[in-house]
T-cell receptor
Framework: DVKVTQSSRYLVKRTGEKVFLECVQD?????MFWYRQDPGLGLRLIYF???????EKGDIPEGYSVSREKKERFSLILESASTNQTSMYLC???????????????FGQGTRLTVV | DAKTTQPPSMDCAEGRAANLPCNHSTISGNEYVYWYRQIHSQGPQYIIH???NNETNEMASLIITEDRKSSTLILPHATLRDTAVYYC????????FGQGTILTVHP
């Protein structure tokens, strides 16, 4: 089974802190994604990466950056955490079967971040 | 990615079929229709996907209209554990989630 592991289930940080959310996958997938989920707003895509050292902005990248130095690890960085970044953060990997173009996403369990 | 429209909520009696609709009138030729669901406090879970043919797996069936502008996810015998938010996504390579449909299965 594909495993997508997020480093923390719950996290509390102070305003202005630099925060790292780590995501590790064990299936050699090229595509990795970071989403945040808020009540009434659904899942919103923050950043994604198609390969090592590659990154693309999603729908709400402001206030975030990402790092993909190794294929299996995709980190989300909050340079200076703010209270409006309190949210559930979900990491996902996507496998694409070229030829059939079948894609399936696998999600981690999420990190609930509270910024105080 | 094409935008999708789903009803915000639906109810279904346990043991009956749950039919969840999705409109995706701007879908393009290479975009697949995906369905995911999210049970409270968990990450979304893949259910099924299709391009233009109807599909069935052990979890559900997917019916896509001939013009591909809408689709229906069918849970043939809904159980209480099927209560979740169901997301219809139209995509090629990147998954953008909408608001989804909150399906409540009641006894």
């Amino acid at each position: 089974d594909v495993k997508v592991t997020q480093s923390s289930r719950y996290l509390v940080k102070r305003t202005g802190e630099k925060v790292f959310l780590e995501c590790v996958q064990d299936m050699d997938h090229e595509n990795m994604f970071w989403y945040r989920q808020d009540p009434g707003l659904g899942l919103r895509l923050i950043y994604f990466s198609y390969d090592v050292k590659m990154k693309e902005k999603g729908d709400i990248p402001e206030g975030y950056s990402v790092s993909r130095e190794k294929k299996e690890r995709f980190s989300l960085i909050l340079e200076s955490a703010s209270t409006n970044q309190t949210s559930m953060y979900l990491c996902a990997t996507l496998v694409v079967e070229y030829g059939t173009e079948n894609t399936e996403a696998f999600f981690g369990q999420g990190t609930r971040l509270t910024v105080v | 990615d094409a935008k999708t429209t789903q009803p915000p909520s639906m109810d279904c009696a346990e043991g009956r079929a749950a039919n969840l609709p999705c409109n995706h009138s701007t879908i393009s030729g290479n975009e697949y229709v995906y369905w995911y669901r999210q049970i409270h406090s968990q990450g979304p879970q893949y259910i099924i996907h299709g391009l233009k043919n109807n599909e069935t797996n052990e979890m559900a069936s997917l019916i896509i209209t001939e013009d591909r502008k809408s689709s229906t996810l069918i849970l043939p015998h809904a159980t209480l554990r099927d209560t979740a938010v169901y997301y219809c996504i139209v995509s090629y390579g990147k998954l953008t989630f909408g608001q989804g449909t909150i399906l409540t299965v009641h006894p």
